[in-house]
């Protein structure tokens, strides 16, 4: 039978994050269609109504859509592809039954240490992407480094810690006192929330010789009766 043609896949995908600022925005149809310059919209909450090269294609299964400005790091999208511009190419000519909307993130969430570790036992954040500033490396390890957040962002709440451990896999390049930004994966490591998968990660060095956040210090009253709520902040027992 003959049916409608449909959008099976998108690159970014509907409610991802991680865009590029300057990558392309790829549609994938279930046959080959034929659309009009009209046939998609894309609407940024920093970036406003942004025109769109590449919509208008003939006989393709594939719309590689190329916004002409570069959008902006952090902001929301939405990408509306209009069925009434867009049909299919077989003896019987159908549109698509509906609009599709895709909606999807420039960049990853910028959060907090804390944040990331939330006040549970794992992270709010655990097999994702984020992105941490301006956090000040503490110690260093063979093959990674623990930062953390600068005390006037602390949130001074005993249920979440402000430190986080970095693996690198091999020795890190930073030293002790560097202000550093990073954007990585997160993952629960035998019950310690890190970042992970080092290839992958974008780590840069904003400063250097910070001082370093205060200690905490633990005696037999705090914190309370579990201590890993303050595994990775600098720690004096």
Do not use: K, W
């Not at 867009?86 to 909606?103: F, G, P, R, Y």
């Amino acid at each position: 039978p003959d049916t409608a043609p449909t959008v099976i896949s998108s690159d970014p995908a509907d409610d991802s994050v991680g865009l590029e600022i300057d990558d392309n925005l790829i549609i994938n149809f279930s046959e080959p269609v034929d659309a009009t310059a009209n046939a998609a919209t894309l609407s940024c909450s920093q970036s406003g109504v942004v025109a769109l090269l590449g919509v208008q294609v003939n006989d393709t299964a594939v719309m590689t859509i190329d916004p002409v400005i570069d959008l902006t790091d952090l902001e929301t999208c939405e990408l509306t592809l209009l069925a009434a511009e867009i049909v299919d190419n077989d003896l019987t000519q159908d549109n698509m039954d509906a609009d599709v909307i895709i909606s999807f993130m420039v960049g990853f969430p910028v959060v907090e240490i804390y944040g990331i570790q939330g006040d549970g036992l794992v992270s709010p954040y655990n097999l994702s992407t984020v992105t941490t500033l301006e956090n000040i490396v503490t110690a260093l390890d063979t093959n990674g480094f623990y930062m953390q957040t600068p005390d006037a962002r602390n949130d001074v709440d005993p249920l979440t810690s402000s430190g986080i451990y970095v693996y690198t896999g091999s020795a890190p390049t930073v030293a002790v006192g560097d202000r550093v930004n990073l954007t990585g994966d997160i993952e629960e490591f035998f019950g310690l929330t890190e970042f992970t998968n080092p290839g992958s990660y974008d780590l840069t060095v904003v400063g250097t010789n910070q001082p370093l956040p205060t200690s905490i210090f633990l005696d037999e009253s705090f914190p309370y009766t579990d201590p890993t709520q303050y595994p990775l902040s600098l720690i004096h027992i």
